[in-house]
C-alpha cells in the first residue's frame, strides 16, 4: 500500500486539532507514556518532542506501544476504511494536481457514484471538498513556515485561481490567508 505523504508538522497539526478524518491513516505515538493513540484521541496533548508519527499499527506495536484506552486505535474501523484510506492517501499525494472525481474513482477501483456516496457517509466530505481541506491546510502550514506570498502559495498547493483560494480558505478557517498568517505570527512573538 502506498504511505501518506504528510510531514511531521503537518501531523501534529491534525492531532493537536483532533480531525478525526485521518483516523487509521497514521498513528500517533508518545514516547513518555508509551501509549499509541488515534490522531483525533481527546486525551491531554504531549509536547511535540514526546511525539513519533506511524502509518502502520504493526510496526507502531513493534516499537513497544500499546493501545490507548480511551480512543482505542487497535480496532478495526468502518469496512470501508481500506476504501477511505485509498482514497485519502491519494487525495493527499496527488494535492498539487487538478484531480476529478473520475480518475479518483478510476485509481480505487470504484465508480465515482459509490466513491462519493461511501466517502460522503464515512468523512462527512466528498472527495472534492476533502481535497480542499487539505489543499487548506498545506496553505497553512506554508503561511505559518515560509515567507512564500499568497499568490505563490496558492498555485503551489493546488488551487487554480486565487479568487477560489481566498473563498475556499475562509470557508475552513473563517480568516483570509493574510489574516491567518498575522494571527499566527502574533502568537509566536507573545
Ligand atoms: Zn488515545
Known amino acids: 500500500m502506498t504511505a501518506i505523504n504528510l510531514s511531521f508538522d503537518e501531523m501534529w497539526d491534525i492531532f493537536v486539532t483532533c480531525d478525526h478524518t485521518y483516523d487509521g491513516l497514521f498513528f500517533t505515538a508518545v514516547k513518555t507514556t508509551n501509549i499509541y493513540c488515534r490522531p483525533s484521541c481527546k486525551s491531554r496533548k504531549p509536547k511535540k518532542v514526546n511525539v513519533e508519527f506511524y502509518f502502520d499499527r504493526k510496526e507502531v506495536e513493534r516499537a513497544g506501544y500499546r493501545a490507548c484506552k480511551r480512543c482505542q486505535p487497535e480496532l478495526a474501523y468502518s469496512p470501508h476504511i481500506i476504501l477511505i484510506k485509498d482514497t485519502i492517501t491519494f487525495l493527499v499525494n496527488h494535492s498539487k494536481q487538478t484531480l ?7 485509481h480505487v477501483g470504484v465508480s465515482p457514484f459509490y466513491l462519493e456516496r461511501v ?67 502574533k502568537e509566536l512573538v507573545e
Open 100 to 106: 476529478l472525481l473520475k480518475d479518483i474513482a478510476n
Open 119 to 185: 466517502f460522503k457517509q464515512e468523512t462527512g466530505e466528498t472527495p472534492r471538498t476533502y481535497l480542499e481541506k487539505i489543499r487548506v491546510d498545506k496553505a497553512a502550514q506554508l503561511l505559518k513556515n515560509t515567507n512564500r506570498t499568497n499568490l505563490e502559495i496558492c498555485y503551489e498547493v493546488g488551487f487554480q485561481s486565487p479568487s477560489n483560494f481566498y473563498k475556499v480558505f475562509r470557508r475552513r478557517k473563517n480568516c483570509s490567508p493574510s489574516e491567518y498568517r498575522n494571527q499566527i505570527s
